[in-house]
């Protein structure tokens, strides 16, 4: 399978890499379009503003890709459309060092990266790591890609035998999955014992704030957000508190963002209204 890769913790950073060597093992075809420098926390923000530079990246003497000077949004839209010699089968965003759950998928340029893939009708990963120093990303991505494996064989299908009885190469995807992110996130917990796989919702609920105030060298006051607080546990569990329970959460996430609940109530409440007709003003009339 073709796979482009990305994150948002910089072309060199070790979760993007454990990814690269681990499929590269597999047999797969590899091309990495990331960052390159740290874009955490820009969601789905993009460059247009100003111009992007793309340079090659390298492994030894091996060509990886490109580090480009934007977000990951960026990166996996460049790649798509300028960059990558083929389309890719699977996008990959991370491994990102740090969880990406509950209200902050909004935030995280993780996701966005993976979101961008989807926009294109490209089934795509989010994959996060409970933050450590020294984080062992080849036992976290082998143990992300047990729960990846059941997915993308439920995603591509094989082609049916020919005449001569020869399956065709590569995977077909199915157009009516392309369009989903999964957003993975892996509790350390899970590299060191055996730990249930949930499928939860992310949660939705704005998580307490908290700031540390303080003053700079310069006695310039500064405000440094802290971790979040979380609010009570919710019925049924959310990813964020499958995650405290020591569980790997996959949380599928789409990109149309309308609430069709809210919709078909606003079409029935706003059928058959019609705008008042505009005043129309003279130059240089007052209205009191």
């Known amino acids: 399978m073709k796979f482009l890769l ?7 950073a070790a979760g993007l890499r454990a990814v690269e060597y681990f499929l590269l093992d597999q047999g797969h075809e590899v091309f990495v379009s990331a960052p390159s420098g740290e874009q955490s926390g820009v969601s789905r923000s993009i460059t ?20 480009v000077d934007g977000t990951p949004v960026d990166c996996v839209k460049l790649a798509l459309y300028e960059l990558c010699p083929w389309r890719p089968d699977v996008v990959i965003s991370g491994i990102n060092g740090g969880l990406n759950a509950g209200i902050n998928i909004h935030y995280s340029g993780t996701v966005g990266g993976a979101f961008e893939a989807a926009v294109s009708g490209i089934l795509s990963f989010a994959l996060s790591l409970e933050y450590q120093d020294e984080a062992p990303y080849e036992d976290a991505i082998a143990v992300l890609w047990s729960v990846m494996q059941p997915i993308l064989d439920h995603h591509f299908e094989r082609p049916a035998e020919g005449a001569t009885g020869e399956t065709p190469p590569g995977p077909v995807a199915a157009p009516s999955r392309s369009h989903l992110i999964y957003n993975i996130n892996l509790p350390t917990v899970a590299l060191r014992q055996t730990c249930p796989v949930s499928v939860v919702p992310m949660e939705s609920r704005r998580n307490g704030i908290e700031f540390n105030a303080g003053h700079c060298p310069k006695n310039r006051r500064y405000y440094w957000a802290t971790h979040d607080l979380l609010p009570e546990q919710p019925d049924p569990p ?16 789409e990109i149309n963002m309308t609430c069709d609940a809210s919709l078909h109530r606003l079409q029935e409440r706003l059928q058959g209204i019609q705008t008042a007709e505009p005043t129309t003003r003279t130059a240089g009339s007052n209205s009191h």
Do not use: C, E, M
Request: zero cysteines.
């Open 6 to 12: 990305t994150n948002d913790d910089g072309v060199n």
């Open 48 to 67: 247009f503003l100003t111009p992007l530079f793309a340079t090659k990246a390298y492994d030894g003497l091996r060509w990886r890709g490109y580090a």
């Open 238 to 253: 959310t990813d964020v508190f499958a995650l405290r329970q020591g569980h790997i959460t996959v949380t599928p996430l």
